[in-house]
């Protein structure tokens, strides 16, 4: 079955610490993106690439970082600069960025801190 | 700036009772709008979009949706809620600047179903 895996589903990190969150898809996407999802407060977007090798910042990138070497793959890294990184982290992707097309979701990664 | 407002963070409703999850919208443009369902620690499922090919646009489990350019509103009904509908629903619209793809979400409500 085509879709996004996410890995792990929980992580912890210690402070200061840097951890990498996996996402992969199979379905052929050209679009990839990372949601934080804090109680109450919707999902907002940290980071998103259109194509392989390029990606831009979204709303709150401040502490994260990605790469995308690979269509299939964009990982997150959260940093010891982001101070405060509990919450659950959601990546998606999308045939393209054309306004009709729905984006598909992981089942996410709940990061706590130690 | 593209916004989405969910009026109401937590509905109740009785199992077999109308759902009714409200949703409103801010856009300069012709919108596309989404709703999505989450349950406990899964990620987001589409239930239905609308892309200017209807007004009353229907997804699955039922779900159906009623845009209303005049009210700027996407409100998400169901007939009867099922027990399995208990989640927590996000409507979203598309940003339509630079070509991102980019979705603004709104706030989320949680549906509770009670027996």
């Known amino acids: 079955d085509g879709g996004i895996t996410q890995s792990p589903k929980y992580l912890f990190r210690k402070e200061g610490q840097n951890v990498t969150l996996s996402c992969e898809q199979n379905?052929?996407?050209?679009?990839m993106y990372w949601y934080r999802q804090d109680p109450g407060q919707g999902l907002r977007l940290i980071y998103y690439?259109?194509?392989?090798?390029?990606?831009q910042k979204g709303d709150i990138a401040e502490g994260y970082s990605v790469s995308r070497e690979k269509k299939e793959s964009f990982p997150l890294t959260v940093t010891s600069a982001q101070k405060n990184p509990t919450a659950f982290y959601l990546c998606?992707?999308?045939?393209?960025?054309?306004?009709?097309?729905?984006?598909?979701f992981g089942d996410g990664t709940r990061l706590s801190i130690l | 700036a593209q916004s989405v407002t969910q009026l109401g963070s937590h509905v109740s409703v009785s199992e077999g009772a109308l759902v009714l999850l409200r949703c409103n919208y801010s856009?300069?443009?012709?919108?596309?709008l989404f709703w999505y369902v989450q349950y406990p620690n899964q990620g987001l499922q589409l239930l239905l979009k609308?892309?200017?090919?209807?007004?009353l646009v229907k997804g699955i489990n039922g779900f159906e949706a009623e845009f209303k350019k005049s009210e700027t509103s996407f409100h998400l009904t169901k007939p009867s809620a099922h027990m399995s509908d208990a989640a927590e629903y996000f409507c979203?619209?598309?940003?339509?600047?630079?070509?991102?793809?980019?979705?603004?979400f709104g706030q989320g409500t949680t549906l509770q179903v009670k027996p």
């Open positions: 998606a992707s999308s045939t393209g960025t054309a306004s009709n097309q729905p984006q598909h």
């Open positions: 379905l052929n996407h050209d679009a």
């Open positions: 690439s259109q194509i392989v090798n390029d990606f």
């Open positions: 856009s300069s443009v012709p919108p596309y």
């Open positions: 609308y892309t200017s090919a209807a007004t």
């Open positions: 979203a619209v598309r940003d339509p600047g630079g070509n991102t793809g980019k979705l603004i």
